[in-house]
């Protein structure tokens, strides 16, 4: 859908800007799905503002993906462009899940304020330059990030108790933790 | 005379030489959480100078649970009720664009039939959703008929898709490979007689409010969102075509049946003294899709094939590994999924990319130099649902 040469692509933002190192990534060989742009994370604004001279014109989406070694940032570009529309992938990854740290675009695609936003609220990537770098969906004051796969939630919020016995559904527990002995056993036995 | 309605700048009074003798202190404002013209539980910070807005600050999550992180420990089937109580006013298009997104991963074939209903569905659906932002649009400019003349037509498609799935507002109707259940010819020919009576209807509101004295007074010229500026901020849908750029995915990119189905795509063209961009246009985009949603609904009815209703899926879903990004044109924009498999029953990411999310981080733009009242109309304009922003 709205595909675009990606092979060009990132051989043009190459030809742009140096540093970007942008390869294109497939889908593994039995996967599926999209194929996108991999650049590197200390490029991405050089190569947005490349983007932006050469005619995509809309970014729709920043979604952050939590991986075992590494933070994903995927831009989900568009050229709205009735004669020539399109639309990819642009993918930057983050090794230090300590102190992730990417710099921010929202000075050329004001979209990126709240989606920077939203992707250091839910993951925890902190975007340098940002004019509003706060949380948007949870509170200013709520710790860690939800999205992030080791995430906890913390036992209390400003002296209140975040999930209190009274208020859990103790009944849909008992039959999820029913539900998976079962199919615990119902595997062991397919095993044997 | 050179008056700021023919300059084609915005109306800006902070900046005249009378006010600036008079300029005070500014007056913050909270306009929500529990507030009838925010249209849910969206708070916006509003710093006033006197009746004018000077900033607007919108402060969301409020309704914020997580749905996201709830689809990581669900399996594919489970997440599609999760979907709809994003946008509860268009659960059938929410569904359908999560739908798309398992089904391009699965390589699965919808049956012909199936897809026709989909769209009939999708088309009702939005039709239902257009009902509700005029309704709730006339009611905060303060006109109250419009609303129940909105909601007596929009519960006749609310009793057939209780009919259909068994639910009045969230539906889990559009499943994996298909749909649910069949729709009967008696329910078809419900859909032609519903059809043939909107259109009347439609005449109706066209001179009960669109031609309205009062009301076009009250959003022509007001809260201009450009271009540029949907470009900028991503804006798509109603906010998008409003400013006059024939951008509909239905068109541009077809999936499903669209691109078999003939219709137009509805711009803001600036006609009965709007400007092309303002709270008007956005109004009249919505008024004139139903039209042609009517159009496509009557070309589905005389096309409908029989046959299956749900294709082969297997019992146990488990994805690919890999990643897409789905959009599709929901009521109030581009609805986006992004689903990130690696390869287990439940998905390793999901992320939705809201239209209302992007047309709300709009308002601090359109704001500044806006009286009060107007920004009130500005917000009801964009027809946001406090449950896909926040998900």
New interface residues.
Partial sequence: MLSMDLEKLSSDINAKVSSANAKVVKPEEDGAGDSSILIEASSIKEVAQALLDSGVNVLQVISGVDYPDYLEVNYMFAKFDLANPGQFTLKLRVPDKANPSVESITSLYPAANWQERECYDMIGVTFNNHPDHRRILCPDDWEGFPLRKDYKVQDYYRGMVVNPDEKMNWADREFAKRQEEISKAQQEKSQD | MQTWENSGEKFNPTQTAETEKLKSELLTLNMGPQHPATHGVLRVEIKTDSEVVAHAIPH??YL?R?M??HSENLDYRGIIPFVDRMDYLAAMNQEHTYVMAVE????TEVPRRAEYIRVLILELQRIASHLMAFGTYALDLGAFSPFLYAFDEREKILRLFEELSGARLLYNYIWIGGVWNDITSAQLYRVKEFCDHFEEELKKYDTLVSQNKIFRERTRHVGIMDEQMC????ATGPV?RGAG???DLRK??P?SLYGELDFDVPVGDGDRDAMIGDCYSRYIVRMKEMTESVKIIRQILDGIESGPVIGKVPKVIK?????????TECPRG?L?I?L??D?GKTP??L?V?SPC??H??MLP?IAPGQLIADFVASIGSIDIVLGEV??
Wanted: proline share 2%.
């Fill in positions: 969301i999550g914020h997580c996201e992180k391009s991963m699965l390589g470009y900028a901020y991503g998008l750029v024939k951008w541009v990119a999936y994805l690919p590994k890999g990643e897409v990004y789905m959009r581009e986006g992004h990130v498999s390869g390793y990411r992320k990319k999310f992007t709300t981080s733009e926040d998900r």
